[in-house]
């Protein structure tokens, strides 16, 4: 190599400028692609490389998730589009360096400037992503190659051996140590003289920060942390209470129950019924299904309803379209579907985009009684008692007028208790249930508030009601 490099120099002559050719660095070799980061919907436009499922040197077949990316909804998955093995995550371009630094390439760094000799370096140890980096889509996060064999560690056998060979003596040398430490034990016996006349009864003792650990905050914690702030600062939250009579709907739901299996193929539970009061309460009432923009109100003729899930990663809050065209059975399934999904962590950005009204069921976590909170873009929401409530922000649906899935109210469901009521002048123990309301108080006002809070009251300790549209 040395003596061809000394032959292209001579041969230069005097005054002449040697072309420099470089391979093309835009696209890879054939046997290799690029894993890059996906399309993440209409209203995302970066995310967080949250972590590497594969190290290079691994092997991956089509369609297999690498890295996961987090925004403000969901985590998304960055895939291999072929099967082969990861030759470069977070590193350097071995091809391209070897293609510089070979042949020619070489020969033509020498008599250029220093410059570009500093371009050509950069080039060669060019990054991608990094954990922890904010990546768009079309980002690159791995090259797969497609003809390269996994890797393999030769080195560990020989490790094996050495420790083998060199466990005896050092077995022999331990207690000749542990002789020695007996007597160094007295001169230790001094040093915790010293340490209470430090410590004083006036100053405060702190816990040592080695009990302590910091780590980063998940982007969709963080992205909640900052819409809930600004939910304080934005709207007039109010929140309005009111209890439910369980009794007729529980005994509902018993007799029907297996029946309602047998046809439908689902379970009845008791959402699907809080659902259809909430449409028809919404009905009632269409200032709480509706919401501002700028100095406008806007009412929305249809019904979709967000549904918050609880998952590892924080809530989410998928939506059930087009609700108030929906029977208990279809309302059941749909649940049932997203549910599914939300803890599979297999949400995508449309599953969670749009919602007029918000229901969350904090009961199945045994709470009792809390305040629920709007989570912009969100306006309203209605609870059922159970934990305080945030929402997670969804993106328009592209066949309704797009306000970015604001609401106005939000409902909160909570736990089923026993207490005693007074019914028909006799104390009885019922199923009881409390409910809460938080309304954005710019535009609901509490009469409107309360009739929607008690035409949900009504229909749940009376479900005929909606038989009879009364």
């Known amino acids: 190599m040395a003596s061809r490099i000394a032959s292209g120099l001579l041969r230069r002559r005097a005054g002449a400028v040697m072309p420099l050719f470089l391979p093309n660095l835009s696209s890879p070799p054939r046997d290799k692609v690029e894993a890059v980061v996906p399309f993440m919907g209409e209203s995302v436009t970066d995310g967080t490389l949250a972590n590497f499922l594969k190290k290079p040197g691994d092997r991956v077949e089509a369609d297999e998730v690498i890295a996961q990316i987090e925004t403000d909804k969901v985590t998304i998955d960055v895939a291999s589009p072929e099967a082969g093995v990861i030759e470069k995550v977070n590193n350097f371009d071995p091809f391209l360096a070897s293609s510089l630094l070979s042949g020619p390439y070489f020969t033509c760094l020498l008599p250029i400037s220093i410059i570009t000799i500093a371009f050509l370096t950069a080039v060669m140890f060019q990054f991608i992503a990094s954990e922890g980096d904010t990546v768009t889509p ?73 009990r302590e650990r910091r780590v980063p905050m998940p982007r969709l914690r963080k992205r909640i942390a900052n819409r809930l702030k600004d939910s304080q600062n934005t709207f007039a939250l109010l929140t309005t209470f009111n209890e439910v009579d369980m009794t007729n709907l529980m005994k509902l739901r018993s007799d029907y129950k297996d029946e309602f299996v047998a046809k439908h193929g689902v379970k009845l539970g008791l959402m699907s019924c809080f659902v259809k009061a909430a449409v028809s309460a919404l009905q009632n009432q269409p200032i709480v299904n509706a919401v501002i923009d700028g100095d406008d109100i806007i009412y929305r003729d249809y019904v979709d309803v967000s549904v918050a899930v609880g998952t590892s990663k924080g809530l989410v809050v998928p939506v059930i379209r087009d609700a108030d065209t929906m029977n208990f059975a279809d309302i059941e399934k749909g649940i049932n579907s997203l549910a599914k999904k939300a803890t599979e962590g297999a949400l995508s950005i449309d599953d969670m985009a749009g919602g007029t009204f918000t229901i969350s069921n904090g009961g199945v976590y045994g709470s009792l009684i809390s305040t629920p909170i709007i989570n912009p873009p969100q306006v309203t929401a209605l609870i059922q008692f159970s934990s305080t409530s945030s929402l997670v922000g969804s993106v328009h649906s592209p066949d309704k007028p797009h306000l970015n899935g604001m609401q106005s109210a939000i409902l909160g469901m909570h736990s089923i208790v026993q207490r005693p009521v007074v019914v028909n002048g006799e104390i009885l123990a019922r199923p009881m249930m409390y409910l809460a309301l938080t309304y954005d108080h710019r535009l609901i006002d509490g009469r409107e508030a309360v009739f929607f809070l008690r035409r949900i009251k009504d229909v749940v300790e009376d479900p005929r009601r909606l038989l009879l549209d009364i």
Do not use: M, N, R, Y
């Open 138 to 210: 079309g980002t690159k996060v791995a090259v797969i190659s497609k003809s390269a064999q996994p890797a393999e560690t030769h080195v560990a056998p020989s490790e094996e051996a050495t420790p083998k060979e060199s466990s005896p003596p050092k077995v022999e040398e331990k207690p000749k140590v542990e002789e020695k430490a007996p007597k160094v034990e007295p001169p230790k016996t001094q040093a915790p003289k010293p340490t209470p006349s430090k410590t004083s009864p006036s100053e405060p003792q702190l816990p040592p920060k080695e």
